[in-house]
C-alpha cells in the first residue's frame, strides 16, 4: 500500500509553509508590540496567538501548576472527571479517559503540549492514555467543537496536556524542580515523582520520573448493581472491593533546549511502562480442567515518545513568530490473560505542526498553520476486532480575531485529508470546517459571545473496519466501510463577567449532527461468542446542554479570603434512533473555601442526578451526592513546601459515572484519605 497522494499533498503543504515562513522573516513592516498578558493569563488551545480566559468564545477550564502540585495521582480521565461538562469513561484506575459534553472516543481528541497521543486510547475503553497528568505543568480543557487547529477529531474538545520537558524558559536562579509525593488509604496507593531543570550556558536541561501504584479499590456497596443482580436472579454479596483494578505505573523522560535571545529549539524523550487490571474482564477457564478459575484480564502498556519543539521570532514583517512541533511515537498495548499474552495493539507513526503567528496590528491577530500525521495501527489476537490500518492526515488552517474593545469578531477556516488503507478496504476523506464569532463588551466587567460553527470528523479505523467480539464493550462491534464524514454545525452563547468579589461564566450551547456515527444493536447474536451485534451506522442527532460557574468572595483581608462557589451542568442528546447512549445526567456543585498564607481548608459537595433516559442495552443509574474536605498547610515563610490531605466521599455513598460501560460492575471508590507533600525549589 502507498500513500502517493498524501505525500504529494504534504510536499505541496510544506513548501507553501516554508515560502511563508521565509517571506514573513523577510518582510519589513512595524516591530513587534508586547503582550497585554502573562502567559498563566493566556490560554494557547485553540488560539496559538493566546487569548485571557475572561475574552475567549471558547470554553475553557484550566488546572494550573499550583491545582496540579496537590491534585489525585490517577488517570487523566478521573482527574478532570467533575469539572463542569467534562465526565470519564471510568473504566478502570488505570483506564479512563475524559468525556466532553457527552461526547468521548475519536471525537475528544487528548494532546500533550498540542499534539496527539499517537496511541490506541480512543479505539477502545479500557485502552489507557498514553499519557500521566504527574507530568503536566498545566493542563487546558476546552469543550465545544469550535477548536479548528486541531481538525475532526476534536468534534467534541479538547483536553491538552502541558510539560516543561522541552524548556522554553531558562530555570530560575540557574536550578529549579518539584518532587512530590503522595498516599491514599482506600487502595492502598502510592505515588512519587519529580523534575528538574537546569541552566548551562545557552542550554537547559530538563529530567523528570514519576512512579505510581495502586492495589484494588474498595466501595461501600456490593461491585455488582441493584439493577444488573435483579437481571440475574441473585443476591448481593458481601465483597466490599473493586477486583482486578490494580494499576502500576513508571514514566521517566529528558529534555534540552538551545535558549536564544529570539527564540529556542529543543527535544525530549519519553517512556512510560503501565499495568493495570481490567474489572468485568475475564476469560472462561479451560474447559479440560474442572479446578480452573476464571483468568483476569491485565493490561501492559509501553510507549516511547520523542518530541521536537521550537519558537523563532522575527524583529519585523507580517508575522511575529514562527512555532515547529513534532513527535513520534511507538505504544504497544498487550492483554495479558493471567501470565499469558493475549490480544495485542500496537500504534507507531508521527506528527508535526508548523504555525506562523501574525503580529499583531489594531487589534487584529491570527495564526496560520499546517498540521501533518502519519500512523499505523495494527493488532493481533483473538480479539483482534481492527484490521492493520495506515492513516495520513493533512490540515491546513487559519485563525483570526479582531478586537477593538466594545466589540470584536473571530474566525477560522480548516482543510484536511485523512486517507485509511487497511487489509478491509481504503477510504480518503477530504473535509472543510468552518467558525465564526461576535463578541461585545457593554461594560468592562460584561463579556458576551455568540459563536457558530460547521465541523467535519473523517470516521475512525474502528467505525469503517471493525469486525469482531470487542470484550470491553461487551459487542461483537461490526463498521461500515461507506461511512460518510460526520458534519455537525453547533451555536454557542457565552456569558463572562468579574466584577469585585463576584464572577460569573456561562455557556449554552447545541449541535445539531448529520451523519451521527452510532453504534446500535442490530438484534442479533454472534455464535461463536455469544455476544449481541451491534453495527457503526449513521443517523441525525442533536446535542445541546449548558455550564455555569460562579464564585463569591464572602470576606477578603489581604491574603485572607472566605469564597463561596458553584457550578452546575447539563447535556441532552437525541438521535433519530431514540436516545444516544451514556449521555452523562446533570450535575451541581458547591463549594466553600478558605485561603490564607499559611493554610487553605475547603469543603465541597457535588450532586450529580440520575439518569433514566437510556439507549437500548443500557440500563439507568441513581442519583448521588459526594461531600470531600481538603486542607493544605505551607508551614515555612517560602511556602515551597506544602503538606495537604483531601477526605473524599465522606459519607461513603454508592456513586456509579452513567458514562462509563462498567458502572454496574464497578462503583466509585468509597471513603478515602489522601495525604501528601509537595516541594519546589
Given amino acids: 500500500m502507498t500513500h502517493l497522494k498524501p505525500r504529494l499533498s504534504r510536499t505541496l503543504l510544506l513548501a507553501a509553509a516554508s515560502w511563508a515562513a521565509l517571506a514573513g522573516a523577510a518582510a519589513a513592516q512595524t516591530p513587534p508590540r508586547d503582550r497585554p498578558a502573562t502567559l498563566d493569563d493566556v490560554i494557547v488551545t485553540g488560539t496559538p496567538f493566546g487569548v485571557t480566559d475572561r475574552a475567549s468564545l471558547l470554553a475553557v477550564e484550566v488546572l494550573d501548576e499550583e491545582y496540579l502540585a496537590v491534585a489525585p495521582a490517577s488517570t487523566l480521565g478521573d482527574l478532570v472527571n467533575g469539572l463542569p461538562g467534562v465526565r470519564s469513561t471510568n473504566f478502570a484506575p488505570g483506564a479512563s479517559r475524559p468525556v466532553i459534553r457527552g461526547l468521548s472516543g475519536p471525537r475528544v481528541q487528548v494532546l500533550t503540549n498540542g499534539l496527539g497521543m499517537i496511541d490506541a486510547s480512543s479505539v477502545s475503553p479500557d485502552h489507557q492514555v498514553a499519557v500521566d497528568p504527574a507530568e503536566a505543568r498545566r493542563i487546558e480543557i476546552v469543550r465545544g467543537p469550535s477548536t479548528l487547529v486541531f481538525g475532526g477529531s476534536a468534534i467534541g474538545g479538547v483536553v491538552n496536556i502541558i510539560d516543561d520537558r522541552i524548556p522554553s524558559e531558562p530555570a530560575e536562579g540557574g536550578l529549579d524542580g518539584h518532587i512530590s509525593a503522595q498516599a491514599s488509604t482506600i487502595d492502598e496507593g502510592t505515588s512519587l515523582g519529580g523534575r528538574l531543570k537546569a541552566n548551562a550556558g545557552p542550554l537547559v536541561f530538563t529530567v523528570d520520573g514519576f512512579t505510581r501504584s495502586a492495589s484494588d479499590y474498595g466501595v461501600p456497596v456490593f461491585p455488582e448493581s441493584r439493577r444488573l443482580l435483579e437481571e440475574e436472579g441473585e443476591a448481593a454479596g458481601d465483597e466490599r472491593t473493586v477486583e482486578n483494578t490494580f494499576v502500576k505505573l513508571d514514566q521517566y523522560g529528558a529534555g534540552v533546549s538551545w535558549i536564544g ?41 509501553e510507549q516511547t515518545r520523542y518530541d521536537l519543539r521550537g519558537e523563532l521570532a522575527f524583529d519585523s514583517g507580517p508575522f511575529s513568530a514562527a512555532r515547529l512541533s513534532a513527535g513520534w511515537a511507538d505504544y504497544a498495548h498487550t492483554e495479558f490473560e493471567g501470565d499469558e499474552v493475549g490480544t495485542q495493539f500496537f500504534s507507531e507513526g508521527y506528527e508535526g505542526r508548523l504555525e506562523l503567528i501574525q503580529r499583531e496590528r489594531d487589534g487584529w491577530q491570527g495564526v496560520v498553520g499546517l498540521q501533518l500525521l502519519d500512523r499505523t495501527f495494527d493488532a493481533v489476537g483473538d480479539e483482534a476486532y481492527v484490521p492493520r490500518t495506515e492513516i495520513a492526515e493533512q490540515g491546513l488552517y487559519t485563525v483570526q480575531r479582531f478586537d ?64 469482531g467480539a470487542h470484550i470491553a464493550t461487551g459487542a461483537f462491534e461490526v463498521g461500515d466501510i461507506d461511512l460518510n464524514s460526520e458534519v455537525a454545525t453547533s451555536i454557542e452563547a457565552t456569558v463572562h463577567y468579574a466584577s469585585g468579589p463576584f464572577e460569573f461564566d456561562l455557556h449554552a450551547y447545541q449541535a445539531g449532527y448529520d451523519g451521527f456515527i452510532d453504534l446500535r444493536p442490530t438484534g442479533l447474536e454472534d455464535p461463536d461468542s455469544d455476544l449481541p451485534i451491534f453495527a457503526y451506522v449513521q443517523t441525525d442527532a442533536t446535542f445541546r446542554g449548558f455550564e455555569a460557574e460562579a464564585s463569591y468572595r464572602i470576606w477578603e ?125
Avoid at 287 to 299: F, K, Q, R
Avoid at 420 to 442: I, K, M, Q, Y
Fill in 261 to 301: 535571545s529570539r527564540g529556542y529549539i529543543g527535544g525530549s524523550v519519553k517512556h512510560v511502562e503501565t499495568t493495570y487490571g481490567v474489572p468485568g474482564h475475564a476469560h472462561e477457564p479451560d474447559p479440560l480442567d474442572p479446578d480452573a478459575e476464571e483468568e483476569g484480564v491485565s493490561i501492559g502498556l
Fill in 404 to 467: 477593538r474593545g466594545a466589540v470584536g469578531f473571530e474566525g477560522g477556516l480548516r482543510l484536511d485529508n485523512r486517507s485509511l488503507e487497511s487489509l478491509a478496504g481504503d477510504r480518503d476523506f477530504t473535509n472543510v470546517s468552518a467558525s465564526a464569532g461576535v463578541f461585545f463588551r457593554p461594560s468592562a466587567p460584561l463579556f458576551l459571545g455568540l459563536s457558530m460553527a460547521r465541523n467535519e470528523r473523517a470516521p475512525s479505523e474502528v467505525e469503517l473496519f471493525a469486525e
Fill in 557 to 681: 483581608d489581604g491574603e485572607r479570603a472566605l469564597t463561596l462557589s458553584g457550578a452546575a451542568d447539563w447535556v441532552r442528546a437525541s438521535t433519530d434512533l431514540g436516545p444516544a447512549a451514556r449521555i452523562p445526567p446533570w450535575s451541581v456543585t458547591t463549594g466553600l473555601d478558605w485561603t490564607s498564607r499559611l493554610f487553605d481548608v475547603g469543603l465541597q459537595a457535588r450532586h450529580v442526578g440520575e439518569q433514566d433516559r437510556t439507549a437500548a442495552f443500557e440500563r439507568p443509574t441513581d442519583s448521588y451526592t459526594l461531600v470531600s474536605l481538603k486542607a493544605a498547610v505551607r508551614p515555612f515563610a517560602d511556602r515551597n513546601v506544602v503538606l495537604f490531605a483531601e477526605a473524599a466521599n465522606l459519607t461513603d455513598k454508592e456513586a456509579r459515572e452513567h458514562a462509563s460501560f462498567q458502572k454496574d460492575i464497578a462503583p466509585l471508590p468509597g471513603r478515602n484519605l489522601r495525604m501528601g507533600l509537595t516541594y519546589r525549589f
